[in-house]
């Protein structure tokens, strides 16, 4: 632009200016008198327009090259005359030799004192040096803009400010040198104060963070050459090197100390404010360049290097941390190990495995635990006594019954279990996913481990439908509800559950023990987390129970429409048809194990009438369907009358007596027997057997609970022991009193308590029968769409596509591929070794 | 450097013109020359009061020169902008001025980043 104006454009006024070529040394004289001003701090009567223009014209008459040479002759002149002995005085014998030679003896106050001393000298030294030459290029701002940037130079500011760095920094000032015999820079004794500074104050020292900070900005604003390269600041190049490495050494030291010295809790605090401490020096005493790399140091030497073995620190360690709930040493382990390792591995690893020997001690407990007596399974339990027999607190529990209290503080430990760590999970592991995963695999693999897990959650359900619910608001039903489903996602044998479940709501269900609302929402809710095919049973039995209930009423009005009185006077009759495949086969009576469950029980005459008269009102609308009576399942509520004891004028027995008896249907057929019965008689168990056609097992059952239990003992056994046994024989009891007017005859051993070994035998080998089925169900799919598949994509292809009903084994898959094989539903490929092909 | 400074902390200056003409300007408008702006930062005399005179540069040139401060500060963050009219015999002193007040370049970045 200059040179523009210069060659073809002439202003007037430039004219007369510019035939006095001598106005050089004038012009020079002003600015040099300037300078010397600003240098002594004397610029304020100095006016910037003159000194301006003064450059401005040497600029223009093209001696800018001239004017360039002479301010820097000018500044290193006055900077070996004023500035350098300045520093030199500052280099004492004494300082240097503290600060390269380290000798032991002096205290870190006196050494403080004198590093800040000598870096307060540097820092004032180049305060004024800087701003000097700062107000020098902006008088010379003309002669930066053209003269230096054409010919390449560095700018007047880069080469006036970098004298700093060559003539002090990198230069041994004063006598020190040749009188220590001592190689060194000024620079060297700089870093070697600065970081014993810093040393000083990690050592809990109080130092002069300000004026670190202005040294090292200092170094940040110098650069190792004139053109001042962005990553060339000698911060960069030479102190920060330095200053990481002294960290690391130091860090290293700590690390060794504290492993020696001390926890782990401590060591993560201590650590935790270290890296605060390190981020808050980058942020007020050295740079914020720093701070990644400073916290890498940090990271590597006091997390990474040792972290195992703080880990394993018995007491303190992560074991412990886990174990006693040290929710605060958590959360810092938790952000310390993210900083040093994103996929978390050690605290992965011992998580996982803390989970699974916690939950193997859940199952290990289980087994030592002796549930016999009430009192070590808790108060809970205690109704289950209560149950039995109201005086018999400390009377042991029936099998089943212990059974149950296993399976309900098994479920509950295990979910105690689980809310720990998914509260360590909430709290101190920020919700990682990484970790959340671990950890549920290892609850799943513990959770199937133990074989009976499935069962254990359908009792746990069943008893909380049953009795838990009751006097709860929604909110609480919704948490235990949610505890089970919790369970149920860990479940690898969801159809052993099926099986399980399908059991216990069929007897909840047949005998209104829970509320229907609930058992919807928690099938609701399988849904929502298996899929349809899941509930699909549940559900039709729900939809059983509601036609049902309206069948009931449309029989009743048909009756009453039928004015026959004889009928509905004898009993009222309440009717569940159930579908055969929604519902458990027990349930309908058709366990194979009963000697011959198929006959017929032996109604009475009355009851017989009923049936047949239901029977006609049934298939009146839907012939040709078949109905079953299932004796077993049902209930009767029996109004008796029992006539007042002659001879007794006070007392409850002086009364008649009537009572409403809850009794199951084959109690009912007993006690019929009974009314026709005269006074003073009495039937053996074989006889009742025989005039009944129960099964013994179901009799033993049935008169066990209107003789024994006291509640309900309206017949009296002879002998009058605690067991039935078929030689016993029954009377009417005449004595018989209670204290409520409606009274439940207990049911002993009902179905939904824990199986025996053998019936769980039983309900795993029906279970592997219904697999085989849905196995060979899932080999033909895939057969039929994919025509051609070697074995071993065959068999993982099963495994995926019933991973989220149960998980087959191996050997299973084999099996039925043999089976199938043989069917002809496939053959074998020729020539390929195991290989099959589709045959349609 | 500035903050050091004695200068007035008023939002305008005061420029003066070589036949005495004083213009009041928007101290930031005059930021565009970086000549000003390092007139303005420092200690000496213009800083400490906040005037700057120029002994060669005209009124007539300067008012032009205002006019365009005035300009740069009201357009500098918009697009399509007018261009300023500028009187073709004023043409070569105005060039002229520009190049004094470093009007021709960006700032240099060193300026920039020191610039109050």
Redesign the interface.
């Known amino acids: 632009?200059?040179t523009r104006?210069n060659n073809k454009?002439r202003?007037i006024?430039?004219a007369n200016v510019h035939k006095d070529a001598s106005e050089f040394e004038p012009c020079w004289e002003l600015l040099r008198d300037a300078l010397t001003s600003i240098h002594t701090k004397n610029?304020?009567?100095?006016?910037?327009?003159q000194?301006?223009?003064a450059s401005?014209k040497i600029v223009l008459r093209k001696k800018g090259d001239l004017l360039y040479d002479r301010v820097k002759d000018f500044e290193e002149l006055w900077f070996s005359n004023h500035i350098m002995p300045r520093i030199a005085e500052l280099v004492s014998n004494n300082l240097v030799s503290q600060a390269l030679l380290k000798p032991p003896g002096t205290s870190a106050h006196e050494r403080r004192e004198m590093s800040q001393k000598f870096l307060r000298g540097i820092r004032d030294a180049w305060e004024d040096h800087n701003?000097s030459m700062?107000?020098i290029?902006?008088?010379l701002?003309?002669l930066?803009?053209t003269y230096t940037a054409e010919s390449k130079k560095p700018?007047i500011?880069a080469a006036t400010i970098g004298l700093f760095r060559n003539h002090i920094l990198n230069n041994s000032l004063g006598s020190a040198a040749t009188e220590l015999n001592q190689d060194f820079i000024i620079f060297d004794i700089l870093s070697a104060v600065s970081l014993d500074l810093i040393n000083m104050e990690r050592d809990g020292d109080i130092i002069d963070r300000n004026l670190l900070r202005n040294i090292t900005s200092m170094l940040e604003d110098l650069y190792e050459t004139d053109e001042e390269i962005a990553k060339q600041k000698l911060y960069l190049t030479v102190f920060e090197p330095q200053y990481i490495r002294n960290s690391k050494e130091f860090y290293n030291k700590e690390c060794g100390k504290l492993l020696q010295e001390s926890d782990a809790s401590t060591w993560l605090r201590h650590t935790q404010r270290r890296l605060n401490e390190e981020q808050e020096r980058c942020d007020t005493t050295l740079s914020i360049l720093t701070t990644d790399k400073i916290a890498n140091v940090v990271e590597s030497e006091l997390i990474s290097a040792k972290l195992d073995d703080f880990l394993a620190m018995e007491g303190s360690g992560l074991r412990a941390m886990i174990d006693n709930n040290r929710l605060e040493d958590l959360s810092i382990l938790y952000q310390l190990i993210s900083r040093v390792d994103k996929s978390k591995t050690s605290l992965k690893t011992t998580l996982q495995s803390r989970v699974m020997e916690l939950g193997l001690e859940i199952e290990q407990t289980l087994r030592n635990t002796d549930f016999s007596t009430p009192s070590a399974v808790g108060g809970l339990e205690g109704e289950e006594a209560a149950e039995g027999g109201d005086k018999s607190k400390v009377q042991t529990l029936s099998a089943a019954a212990q059974q149950t209290a296993a399976a309900i503080r098994w479920v509950d430990d295990v979910l105690q279990l689980k809310d720990k760590f998914d509260n360590l999970w909430k709290v101190c592991f920020n919700e990682d996913l990484v970790l959340q995963s671990a950890m549920t695999k290892s609850f799943s693999d513990f959770i199937n481990r133990f074989n009976r897990s499935s069962e254990y959650v359908s009792l746990f359900i069943d008893d909380n439908l049953k009795r838990g619910i009751k006097g709860k608001t929604e909110a609480e039903v919704d948490v235990v509800l949610d505890k089970a489903i919790i369970l149920l996602r860990h479940l690898q044998d969801r159809d052993m559950f099926e099986r399980y479940y399908q059991k216990h709501l069929a007897k909840r269900l047949l005998h209104g023990k829970s509320e229907v609302h609930t058992e919807k929402d928690m099938v609701y809710r399988m849904k929502a987390e298996m899929g349809n095919h899941f509930t699909a049973k549940f559900e039709g039995m729900f939809k059983d129970m509601v036609v049902s209930s309206e069948l009931t009423d449309k029989y009743r009005d048909h009756i009453r429409s039928l004015g026959d009185i004889g009928l509905s006077k004898t009993a009222e009759l309440n009717i569940n048809v159930l579908t055969t495949n929604y519902w458990p086969w027990d349930v309908m009576g058709r366990n194979s194990q009963e000697e011959g469950a198929k006959a017929d029980c032996i109604y009475p005459p009355a009851i017989k009438r009923l049936q047949e008269s239901f029977f006609k009102f049934y298939l009146k609308d839907r012939s040709g369907r078949v109905l079953t009576w299932v004796s077993s399942a049902g209930t009767a509520d029996i109004k008796c009358v029992f006539p007042k004891i002659p001879g007794k004028e006070t007392g409850s027995l002086s009364r008649e007596r009537r009572y409403e008896l809850n009794v199951s249907t084959y109690g009912m057929i007993v006690l019929m027997l009974f009314n026709d019965l005269a006074e003073g008689e009495s039937l053996s168990f074989e006889e009742i057997q025989a005039k009944t056609n129960i099964p013994v097992s179901d009799l033993m059952r049935t008169m066990a609970s209107i003789s024994i239990a006291p509640k309900a003992r309206v017949l009296v056994k002879d002998p009058p022991t605690k067991s039935i046994k078929a030689t016993d024989t029954f009377s009417y009891n005449a004595h018989f009193m209670s204290k409520t007017i409606k009274i439940k005859a207990p049911t002993i051993s009902s179905l939904s308590k824990v199986e025996g070994d053998e019936e769980r035998k039983q309900t795993e080998k029906k279970n592997d029968q219904t697999r085989a089925h849905v196995i060979d169900a899932a080999i033909v799919r895939i057969m039929k769409q994919r025509k051609q598949l070697s074995h071993t994509q065959l068999t993982s292809e099963v495994i995926t596509q019933l991973a989220n009903r149960f998980k087959p084994e191996i050997s299973l898959i084999k099996k039925r591929i043999e089976d199938l094989l043989v069917r002809e539903y496939m053959e074998r490929v020729e020539g390929e070794v195991s290989a099959y092909r589709y045959l349609a | 450097m500035a903050a050091n400074g004695h200068q007035s902390n008023s939002p305008y200056v005061t420029l003066v013109s070589s036949d005495g003409l004083e213009f009041v300007v928007l101290r930031e408008a005059t930021s565009v020359s970086p000549t000003i702006r390092g007139m303005l930062r420092g200690q000496m005399i213009e800083a400490r009061t906040g005037r700057c005179e120029f002994p060669e540069i005209s009124g007539v040139i300067l008012e032009k020169v205002v006019e365009y401060f005035h300009y740069w500060y009201k357009n500098q963050d918009k697009k399509d902008v007018p261009d300023m009219d500028i009187p073709v015999e004023l043409c070569l002193q105005i060039l002229d001025a520009a190049d004094y007040l470093g009007l021709d370049s960006k700032p240099p970045l060193r300026q920039l980043k020191e610039g109050s």
């Open positions: 632009m200059a104006a454009i202003p006024r430039r610029a304020g009567s100095l006016s910037f327009e000194l301006y223009r401005y701003m700062n107000m290029a902006d008088i701002m003309y930066d803009r700018s500011f």
